[in-house]
T-cell receptor, first 114, second 115 residues
Framework: GAGVSQSPRYKVAKRGQDVALRCDPISGHVSLFWYQQALGQGPEFLTYFQNEAQLDKSGLPSDRFFAERPEGSVSTLKIQRTQQEDSAVYLC????????????FGPGTRLTVL | AQKVTQAQTEISVVEKEDVTLDCVYETRDTTYYLFWYKQPPSGELVFLIRRNSFDEQNEISGRYSWNFQKSTSSFNFTITASQVVDSAVYFCALIPYNQGGKLIFGQGTELSVKP
């Protein structure tokens, strides 16, 4: 079956531009997570959804970041007024219900802010 | 505090050598889960294993084995007879209790297996 897909795979933005990153989870997966991975670092949690409800957004670094999952399937991570420090790989993961099930990751979107 | 530490940033071995990747975690929870993920150059994280805090049995899967020791808060990963295809970044991660399942990752160990 299809895995988690993300688009675009690569995004170059000029500082100050807004960007939108899309995640298509595995069909039927209730939970969806966003992580940010800086170069040479481990992924860091940003936010997570259970169906359409955003249950934890404690990892979002600033109010320029917000995420949505309006129909409980596809999710979009939006970054407004991008800054150079936003350059990273943004990973999306989905899983079945249950806190401890394994998460399945997409290939990520590499964002470069010039 | 919840934290995962992978002290080895990079390891380089020659094919067929055995290699152990270290992972030390911190948590005050009594219920938690530990994971290992592999990140090949393509970038997609691949799930390898999950272990709950109540099960300290070691696990073997082919050339891979895992040693979980609560007494030392460690969850080490050994690859026996390494192969070039094992070259990747390996991440150890923790899911704390009752936090929705978010993963707390270590910084990763980059393994390079040379022919």
């Amino acid at each position: 079956g299809a895995g988690v897909s993300q688009s675009p795979r690569y995004k170059v933005a000029k500082r100050g531009q807004d960007v939108a990153l899309r995640c298509d989870p595995i069909s039927g997966h209730v939970s969806l997570f966003w992580y940010q991975q800086a170069l040479g670092q481990g992924p860091e949690f940003l936010t997570y959804f259970q169906n359409e409800a955003q249950l934890d957004k404690s990892g979002l670094p600033s109010d320029r970041f917000f995420a949505e999952r309006p129909e409980g399937s596809v999710s979009t991570l939006k970054i407004q007024r991008t800054q150079q420090e936003d350059s990273a790989v943004y990973l999306c993961a989905s899983k079945r219900s249950g806190d401890y099930n394994e998460q399945f990751f997409g290939p990520g979107t590499r964002l470069t802010v010039l | 505090a919840q934290k995962v530490t992978q002290a080895q940033t990079e390891i380089s071995v020659v094919e067929k050598e055995d290699v152990t990747l270290d992972c030390v975690y911190e948590t005050r929870d009594t219920t938690y889960y530990l994971f290992w993920y592999k990140q090949p150059p393509s970038g997609e994280l691949v799930f390898l294993i999950r272990r709950n805090s109540f099960d300290e049995q070691n696990e073997i899967s082919g050339r891979y084995s895992w040693n979980f020791q609560k007494s030392t808060s460690s969850f080490n990963f050994t690859i026996t007879a390494s192969q070039v295809v094992d070259s990747a970044v390996y991440f150890c991660a923790l899911i704390p209790y009752n936090q929705g399942g978010k993963l707390i990752f270590g910084q990763g160990t980059e393994l390079s297996v040379k022919p």
